[in-house]
């Protein structure tokens, strides 16, 4: 660059000539050569701002349109990524408490056709008619010819055979979706619990499964959630203890010609439940229809134990016995006048046969004296006995987890006058379900605290509010124990096992009115071992009779007991309960003969 | 000096270009290899999943009761019962075994508090 003179000698020269300052040259030639510099430094600035906004524009032109691609993409999963991916997409499978698969997924494939690509509908329809008897041939025929149509759905559900069969149809028109199956390989086995699923929204490529009745419906949310990886939902329930329940309990109802049966095996401690039976039952991998007429209690999907609201009769003697003695009204040495019958106003109550005048507490909870119970419940009244029967949970539904609990609720009279109190303290007029009666018999027997019904695995137990006292509830179980050694319910002792517990017969209720003669409910709740129960077992039969006597008979310490007996017998050795058996003194060391 | 430096970056920036390149090239060689074991991990764990289901479904109680039936004569299998447990009292122990003596001295050996391993070498 070349510097111009800040005094050119020129000019100055020709500035003295003209007595003119030369300095004023040197100041003018100075001021524009700042100018020169202002203006180019001016212009670099310019110049990077220009840069600068240009890369800022450009920044934020590539994030807003790249989130305007991600946007507009279709959504798919991460497939890389360092760690394995804790999503999934499946439906979590359901275990019992010792890991056993309840239910588990199946892919299975779904069959549409695309008319447009056929080559030989009437073949395809032909051949569609044969494999599934339950298509119609014209119809299908109609469906693939319709120039209208492009899509028909034709099965939801393909097992293997018969995907493998429309495959060697070889119609191009004929394609497969997969589709997540809901498989309960144990077929009907705790069918009531497990409920059963359906598909939701569907589409070509997937459908959705969702959970219809039972647990899968309460925890669907849970099941479906893809943030629980995976993870099973485990039950309270024992496959086999299960298994070998519903077995006894079938070959009972059929012997004592029951309409139908159920069974509930319970902690006693922790409220979770073991095994819960039904009958008659459905296969929740082909669930029934509802019906849409008669009573709902006939189908095969009305769960018993949960649902069944029934007058469980002599079996709630116990909790009248109970509160008596908790309150300190009466020891089990009173003696009660049970001179019958006994009447309250137009109403009489008798006892199944006459047990003489006076009978102990014990003895009327041993013998089940309808009137002695009445006369106990006096004692309280009905504001204190409704207290009680609500603090064992048997005023409100329970809060088991299946659909069909909440809508369970205790059916028990509006007004609870002194006659209600007295045909309630031995189990008329209060109608609940064996789920109910199972909780509050653990109540009873396991020291006095309450608990609540559940059919989740829990870690941990923790003692519910105390009912009774831990005394009350020794004496209740020394009562319960004496009812099978010497009282109604003989035929319940198995060796080893000292198994406690109270027959209850309850006249059936008509729909209209009034009792039918000769229709009973019977129901023997009992607990075992009865030192220190670990289990509470309900067995209710509806309508049985037993025939191998000379005369029918229906009571429960003939129906319902003898099954409630066998499965003690069949599940405690499966519960690791060891039998008590006094057994002949070993002295030292044996040896062995071969 | 000034030219030395032009060269020294344009030889920098081709090398972290080729650099570049490899490793963008490695790195989708990785993702389609993951991408195929993922893949292969999916059909094996469907394929477990389908093992599992047909285990459950073969091994239900309704089809082992049925085995046991069938094959009573064979296996004769009961379902268990309070009388079959036991107490260890009531195992047997085994007899002892006693060798016989082969020698005086081994005899005598034998009941020495604390035998010695040279015990055999005496005469």
Redo the contacts between chains.
Sequence with gaps: MTRTPLRPLARILHARSHGENPDAIERENLRLRHEALRDRARIRAEGRLLVLAAMFFLAFAAIGGRMGLEAASDPAEPRVTAFEADISTSRADILDRRGRVLATNLVTHSLYAQPHVMIEPERAARELAGIFSDLDEDRLLRQFTDPGRRFVWIKRRLSPEQTQKVHDIGEPGLLFGPRQMRLYPNGRLAAHVLGGAGFGREGVSAAEVIGIAGVERVFDDYLRDPANGGAPLQLSIDLTVQAATAEVLEAGMRMLNARGAAAVLMEAHSGEIVALVSLPDFDPNDRPLPLTEGDAADSPLFNRAVQGLYELGSVFKTFAVAQALDEGLVSADTVIDIRGPLRWGRFRITDFRNYGPRLTVEQVLVRSSNIGTARIAQMFGAERQREFLGRLGLLQATDLELTEAPTARPQMPANWSELSTMTISYGHGLSSSPVHLAAAYAAMVNGGTAVSPTLLRRPRAEPGPRVISAETSAHIRDMLRQVVTSGTASLAEVPGYAVGGKTGTADKPRSTGGYYEGKVIANFAAAFPMDDPKYVLIVALDEPVDTTGTEPRRTAGWTAVPVAAEIVRRTAPLLDLRPQIARRPVSGAVPARY | MRGLFYVLAAVAVIGLAFWAYRETHQTQRA?AE??QL?REISALR?AI??Q??E???LS???RL?ELVAINFERLQLM???????G?V??V?????VIPAPASPQEAIAGFDPAPSDDSEDLP
Excluded: I
């Design positions: 993702v993951l991408r993922q469907e999943d389908v599992r289901a285990w459950a479904y239900r109680p309704d009761r379902p268990v019962m309070p009388e079959q447990f107490d009292e009531q047997a122990y085994p007899p002892p």
